[in-house]
């Protein structure tokens, strides 16, 4: 028995206000709109996908150094997040939702490295939610550059 593959919105669909790439989810239009016809092997590939791209790209800005911490905090705020998700793509979610109340994130089991030193949550969130956004338009825009599906470039 196969279990259903939800869909990764978290309802800031930015598409209906002329995003090709939705700010909250980094899915194409498409994708949205597809979603509930695409088979589950489908719906997997892009949450994969969307995982990756999440892993890699916060992951030059902070690493998880509690993944007992970041899942109690992800239950304690009701983050919706999947046993399967790894945990910086969980990360983002978490930095998403509570950007504005996080004061230090170790209490979160995160720690900022690279290009996220010295950032406040906050600013981690715009920092990582805007390199989501180019990656995903440059993957739009320049498709033959991997597999629509496929790994990251």
Known sequence: MSQRIVSPCVGLCSTTVGDSVCRGCQRHESEIRDWFVYSDATRREVMQRLDAWRARIA??????????????????????????????????????????????????????????????ADELHKAIATALMAHAEAQRLHPGSTHKMGSLP
């Open 59 to 120: 992951g030059e800005y902070l690493s998880v150094s509690d993944e007992a911490q970041l899942e109690a905090q992800l239950v304690r705020h009701r983050i919706r997040h999947r046993p399967d998700q790894p945990a910086l793509s969980r990360a983002v979610e978490l930095l998403r939702v509570g950007r504005g109340r996080m004061r230090d994130i170790t209490r979160y089991g995160l720690q900022a490295h690279g290009k996220g030193l010295h950032l406040s």
